[in-house]
């Protein structure tokens, strides 16, 4: 068996399982923590599938941005000196008869369609490519993207505030 | 050989645990982390799209939807925090002030 092979499966059972973790923990604190190794992995499919410059953006922002902005927001709003950090459950049965529906319907179109077997393209240089589109195709998308993050750099400064 | 199928099914399964997520937690912090799983679960499939077919466009997609991603964290954790401020908790049952 190949090392691609291998390192595909390795990296799916860590992600599925993981994940499970994140929604089923607990304790919240488990729950990121598992959110954390979900997210590395995905980076590890990202090299696997060539894209190098991606695998790295989703180290930096999710690793190093989102989930430290999730470990504040617990931090801030949970007691961490009590033990009441623990969540219920509510309505499991509809939600689960949901799931399995919605779950079925996407793995049925999986299957039945006819995708492209070509094996993966050999792809050199993502990130040139990818600032070449970035600054002429896709400029404009480039720039409303700077101006969402600036809205809400402002607006979440604003809401988190306190209120006079 | 891994196929283009492998990755949208695992795809697709991760999409679904965090549809679970969202529907049987009454955390919002939890809930906010099922929706990043839901996000990388179709980054996951864009860039096996994009890795498939030679296409460099997907993996573009892939960082405007990281952009979105991070705005939605930082605005949706700070109104988390200023309804903990308001209310002393994050349980999403006890939140319901629009509806009185």
Known sequence: ?164 | MIELNYFLLLSGILFSIGVTGVLIRRNAIIIFMSIELMLNSINLSLVAFSSFLGNITGQIFVFFVMTVAAAEAAVGLAIVISLYRNKETVNIDEINILKR
Not at chain 1, 47 to 73: P, S
Not at chain 1, 153 to 162: D, E, F, N, P
């Open chain 1, 1 to 164: 068996m190949p090392y691609y092979t291998i390192l595909f499966y390795i990296f799916a059972i860590a992600i599925i399982a993981s994940a499970v973790i994140v929604v089923t923990a607990k304790n919240i604190i488990y729950s990121a923590v598992s959110l954390f190794i979900t997210l590395f992995f995905i980076a590890g499919l990202y090299v696997l599938l060539n894209a190098d410059f991606i695998a790295i953006t989703q180290i930096m922002v999710y690793i190093g941005g989102i989930l430290v902005l999730l470990i504040f927001g617990i931090m801030l709003t949970s007691k961490i000196t009590e033990v009441e950090l623990t969540t219920s459950n509510l309505s499991a049965v509809p939600a689960i008869i949901f799931t399995v529906g919605i779950t079925t319907i996407i793995i049925f179109v999986i299957l039945t369609t006819k995708w492209n077997t070509k094996p993966p393209a050999v792809m050199t240089e993502t990130i040139s490519q990818i600032g070449k589109l970035m600054l002429t195709t896709y400029l404009l998308p480039f720039e409303i993207a700077s101006i969402v993050l600036l809205v809400a750099l402002i607006g979440s400064a604003m809401y988190s505030r306190k209120i006079k």
